[in-house]
């Protein structure tokens, strides 16, 4: 009887859901209102003459719309440890560090218990559309999460990845075990100091319970297919520690190795299955579900800069379904997935009008002016106004702007998302890409997807050959006159210089956007330059960022590497074999 009651209602979790989003403006209204409540004291604001007013109308007009570096010296001043309000009403005890990965420097954004509760309500919510599809009874889950090391900022604030501050929460275990969605591996794994001896302990943890396992996740895709990658490579030492019970060797901290020992008992029989079932594989095509026979689904982020990874994550699932997690970031959730039969690729997030008070800048409308000058073409933008979240129209693209309970008032998150329809009053938004991360030189606007639509296009001339691009990045060379696009590509084996040749006019000709096409023409930017890097780079590439303290659950292959990424430009230059020019043009 007790257990039963821990298992999470989730019809009553729907219930609520439906109650919130029949009437999302009003519910809109009613969050700014305790936003504004809750932290109107906080010098933030009381700077901006708000005077205790908590209507959309006077929030808009006193408070700017802002980004984190407008933020950065009151957040840095939490960290210091400054005890009067600045951001909120209550003191805030613990720092989220995003990953950083896209723009090259980690952020500081604050954290705090009510971040946590929506963190959990997206979890729940998902989980309730997602268990009426893919029911999973009493099992476990093989989840590849990593935590961050926790520093303590000069104020004495923890300071953690937001993954991190998420999973040592005591509220998150417990939901863990109410949604039947417990990590089969032990917290001395999860926790541990190295990713690669965690990754390898938690692949064996899979295998020992690998009847049990119900699902298998990770925060983002990425860290799922790098997990079967190494499975890949160590599956073998896999084995053998599995049939005498040893652990092996390279798993050096007595922490870790104490919680495995507590586990690993010698299996012959369960060591022989394997290298069976390992053995029978075709290119490891398959081998989820050959591993794990009761696993139901397969679940993490798989939209935006994830997509690449789809494919081969498809590889290794054959039929079991994949199912795109939840939409937020380090500074606040957005959106729950409450249609989780959907392909990763169609996959939208309802955004939960409770958790945050939301507004979006419109993109289509921006007034764009191209102006033909003597040749030289300049090109003016301005920014309309935002709307609110009721407001938006299917079909139209829009940034996302947050205001939440976490101390951020009109962010600008940077994120560029799509409205795909509504669920009752509340838009289902699909994720489109980084606002930011654009390749541009001229009047040319290269978008994160318009680049990895490019790859996809260009990756099909070497999928001929069974081989498969690991990873891609890019950046655009200015140092040549016109500048030009450089596309990294790590790739799965040997390419001939002509088909290499052949991707790179692929890669040229696949860029859609009307600037790009346009320059091209007129030879105003230059031919796309392909530079085939070492096996091995992105792995390096991931290890100096996990060397900032950053965790692979948060990590994001960065797509465009600015100039204020120099060392992972560096990284790339460093390990390029070989390099070829479009002439497709
Ligand atoms: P971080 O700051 O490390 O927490 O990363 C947050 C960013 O990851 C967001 O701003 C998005 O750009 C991206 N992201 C988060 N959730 C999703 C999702 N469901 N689909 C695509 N991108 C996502």
């Known amino acids: 009887m007790l257990e039963k009651k821990e298992i999470l209602d989730v019809e009553k979790v729907i219930r609520d859901f439906e109650v919130i989003t029949k009437d999302a403006e009003n519910v809109q209204r009613e969050t700014l209102k305790m936003i504004l409540e809750e932290n109107g004291c906080a010098e933030y604001l009381q700077n901006l003459g708000l005077n205790g007013r908590t209507d959309p109308e006077s929030f ?93 900022t000069k104020g004495g604030l923890f300071a953690g990845t937001a ?54 996740s990770s925060t983002f895709a990425y860290s799922i297919v790098l997990a079967f990658r190494t499975f890949e490579q160590v599956w073998e030492e896999l084995c053998d520690d599995i049939r005498e019970g040893v652990l092996t060797s390279r798993i050096t901290f007595p922490s870790v190795r104490s919680a495995m020992a507590k586990l690993l008992k010698p299996n012959p029989e369960l060591a022989d299955l394997i290298e069976k079932k390992c053995s029978g594989l075709s290119n490891w095509y398959g081998l989820i579900p050959e591993l794990f026979p009761n696993v139901k689904y397969i679940y993490g982020i798989m939209t935006g800069c994830m997509e690449p990874y789809l494919k081969k994550l498809r590889h290794y699932a054959a039929d079991v379904p ?100 509504f669920h009752n009053s509340t838009p289902e938004l699909k994720f489109v890409c980084r606002r930011n991360v654009m390749l541009a030189i001229n009047i040319d606007k290269s978008t994160e997807q318009d680049l990895q639509l490019a790859v996809e296009e260009a990756a099909k001339l070497i999928a001929k050959e069974k081989l498969e691009v690991i990873d891609f990045s890019s950046n655009v060379d200015v140092s040549t006159d016109p500048g030009h696009y450089v596309i990294f590509w790590e790739i799965s084996g040997e390419v001939s210089d002509e088909v290499l040749t052949e991707c790179c006019n692929c890669l040229d000709r696949s860029f859609v956007d009307g600037g790009y096409v346009s320059s091209r023409k007129v030879d105003a930017i230059g031919p796309l330059e392909l530079r085939v890097v070492r096996r091995g780079t992105f792995q390096k590439i991931l290890d100096h960022y996990l060397g900032l303290g950053a965790a692979l659950s948060q990590f994001k292959t960065p797509r465009c590497v600015g100039p204020a990424n120099n060392k992972i430009l560096q990284i790339l230059c460093d390990n390029v074999t070989k390099n070829y020019f479009s002439t497709a043009f």
């Open 60 to 152: 808009k007009a006193c408070v700017p719309l802002v980004t984190h570096k407008d933020l950065e010296p009151c957040i840095q001043r939490v960290a210091d440890g400054v005890f009067s309000p600045i951001l909120t009403g209550k003191p805030i005890t613990t720092i989220s560090i995003s990953s950083g990965t896209t723009q090259g420097k980690p952020k500081f954004v604050p954290f705090n218990d009510e971040l946590m509760e929506t963190t959990l309500q997206i979890f729940r919510t998902s989980f309730a559309f997602r268990n009426k599809e893919f029911p999973i009874e009493n099992g476990r889950a093989l989840q590849f999460i990593y935590s961050s090391k926790q520093i303590k």
């Open 163 to 216: 993954t991190s501050n998420v999973f040592r929460n005591s509220q998150f275990r417990k939901a863990m075990k109410a949604m039947q969605s417990e990590c089969c591996s032990p917290d001395e794994v999860i926790f541990g100091p190295d990713f690669h001896q965690s990754l390898y302990c938690h692949l064996l943890c899979g295998l020992i319970f690998h009847e049990e396992i119900r699902l298998v």
């Open 322 to 421: 994949l199912i795109s997690a939840d939409y937020g970031s380090s500074e606040g959730w957005i959106g729950a997935n409450i249609n989780p039969s959907l392909p990763p690729e169609s996959a939208t997030y309802a955004v939960l009008p409770n958790i945050g008070y939301f507004e979006v800048i419109p993109l289509k409308e921006n007034v764009e002016e191209h102006m033909q000058d003597n040749g030289n073409v300049s090109f003016l933008s301005m920014e309309p106004k935002p709307v609110d979240l009721t407001e938006v129209r299917v079909g139209e693209e829009y940034e996302v702007i947050i205001t939440n309970f976490g101390g951020l008032y009109r962010y600008k998150l940077g994120d560029v998302v799509k409205v795909m329809g």
